[in-house]
């Protein structure tokens, strides 16, 4: 699945796609190296980055990110 890939590619534990947000569930990632690719929205109490992207859909796609 495009999005499990994606995931990978971010080093990424998990990543899931909702509404235009991106929930992202993050391993090793710091909150520096998101805050680059998206804009941070919030961090639940579950270590899960709310995040809304900056970028156009061509560009997410080009690091990775893909929406559903």
Known sequence: MARD??????G????DIAD???????AQMEATVVSQLVHVKG???DHTLIVESR???RELEHI????Q
């Open 55 to 57: 970028e156009t859909s």
């Open 43 to 45: 961090l639940e109490s």
């Open 20 to 26: 235009g947000h991106y929930a992202v569930h993050f």
């Open 12 to 15: 990424l534990e998990h990543m």
């Open 64 to 67: 990775g990110i893909f929406r």
């Open 5 to 10: 890939r994606a995931a990978g590619f971010l």
